[in-house]
């Protein structure tokens, strides 16, 4: 197993070669193209197009292009690289408020996170990086095999809780989740652990009775303690695009989010979404993910992503992959990278372990993608 980039900075340089590759589809050939050029109507419609191509959506884009208009009337925007500065800072801008990272308050212990989303949107991978991360901060970690549903899920959640060396409790398949979050939550007050992490199973938003479920798993936990859980985390598939911002609206109307993980950031061309979920619903986003490891994850910072979205990779960051990453991605730090692997194609009961080597699926992203940029190659 690869061990755990914490270096921040590595893990920031990764998600500008993953999020935006260098022929990244919102700033490529921007530079080159318009180079010398006053910005003008036609280089900020093609940004407008490009923005909302990224599923940025289109309140979002419109307020980035109404500032970026302002900005050109005031003649502060010289060139297309001060608008791609420009641009930048917006994005920024717009992604300040909901960079508020997860804090683990020491006062209640466990701390119950309850991990909740749409089917394969990757919760149980979530959870293995958050056990993880807990346990090389330190930290005594607990999971809870919520998910009885679907079959090998509990075996799926047993080999994350190997590998980082925690413990799991467990029930049978079929068993009611409220039960198994209910004795899990005794047991980690028994044992004073600090962090309890609850799996649930995958369930479509509109499914009202499996919304009530997941409610009854809530009332579960504040039987114990009324305080529980104490982060409700929604887990969304950047590659959902406007589906995932759907998805949020109807959780946490249900059942009460208090924050989002974004994940299979590497190689979605959505990657805007996160603009338009962090608009709408300002909700925290606690992390993302940019692959199936656990290294491929870290904490959500706006600064960051917006280099990442609107610089793509520098050499300097598609060169700090080693030599292991690029053997278990593939070759993401050369070639642009394949649509992550979809709720639809993927092979659902297969461990994580053997999971590792992202699938390559037929590109549902591609078409809108090719053409914008064949639209590009076309121009002189
Ligand atoms: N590329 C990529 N794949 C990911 C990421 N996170 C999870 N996956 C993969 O997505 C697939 C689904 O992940 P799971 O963690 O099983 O998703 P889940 O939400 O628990 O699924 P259900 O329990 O069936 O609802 C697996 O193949 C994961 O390896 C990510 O950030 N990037
Ligand atoms: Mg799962």
């Known amino acids: 197993m690869t061990p755990p980039d914490d270096s921040r900075q590595g893990f920031f340089q990764r998600l500008r070669a993953k999020l935006n590759p260098p022929n990244s589809w919102l700033s490529y050939d921007l530079g080159n193209l318009f180079r010398g050029r006053k910005i003008d109507a036609e280089i900020l419609e093609e940004l407008e197009t490009r923005l909302l191509g990224a599923d940025v959506g289109v309140t979002v ?23 791609m500065t420009a641009l930048r800072e917006a994005i920024t801008a717009t992604l300040l408020p909901v960079q508020q990272p997860l804090r683990i308050d020491p006062a209640q ?3 119950v ?83 309890l992490l609850a799996d649930t199973a995958g369930r479509l938003h509109s499914q009202s009775h499996l919304m009530e479920e997941l409610k009854k798993v809530r009332r579960a936990l504040s039987r114990i303690e009324p305080t529980a859980p104490h982060e409700v985390l929604l887990v969304l598939d950047a590659n959902q695009g406007q589906n995932a911002l759907a998805q949020a609206v109807q959780f946490h109307e249900a059942i009460g989010v208090t924050g989002l993980v974004l994940t299979k950031l590497d190689g979605t061309a959505r990657g805007g979404i996160v603009l338009a979920i962090a608009r709408r619903l300002g909700l925290p986003i606690r992390f993302i ?27 300097a ?11 278990s991605r593939g070759s993401a730090a050369t070639a642009p990278i394949a649509p992550a692997a979809s709720a639809a194609t993927r092979a659902t009961d297969i461990s ?8 390559a699926t037929p590109a549902r992203d591609t078409p809108s993608k090719g053409s914008l940029f064949g639209r590009w190659s076309r121009r002189p």
């Open 61 to 83: 884009t419109e307020e980035l292009l109404e500032q970026l208009r302002r900005q050109v009337a005031r003649n502060e925007l010289a060139d297309v690289e001060a608008l």
């Open 109 to 111: 212990r466990p701390y």
């Open 113 to 195: 996170i309850l991990v909740v989303g749409v089917n394969g949107s990757g919760k149980t991978t979530t959870i293995g990086k958050l056990a993880r991360r807990f346990t090389t901060e330190g930290r005594s970690v607990l999971l809870a095999a919520g998910d009885t549903f679907r079959a090998a899920a509990i075996e799926q959640l047993g080999i994350w809780a190997q590998r980082s060396g925690v413990e799991i409790v467990a029930q049978q398949a079929g068993a009611d989740p409220g039960a198994v979050v209910f004795d899990a939550l005794s047991a980690a007050r028994t044992r004073g652990t600090e962090v």
């Open 289 to 315: 993910g940019i692959g199936e490891q656990a290294e491929d994850f870290g904490e959500f910072d706006a600064a960051a992503f917006a280099r990442a979205l609107v610089d793509g990779a520098s050499p």
């Open 317 to 327: 960051g598609a060169g700090a992959d080693t030599p292991d990453n690029r053997a």
């Open 352 to 359: 994580p372990a053997a999971d590792a080597t992202p699938q």
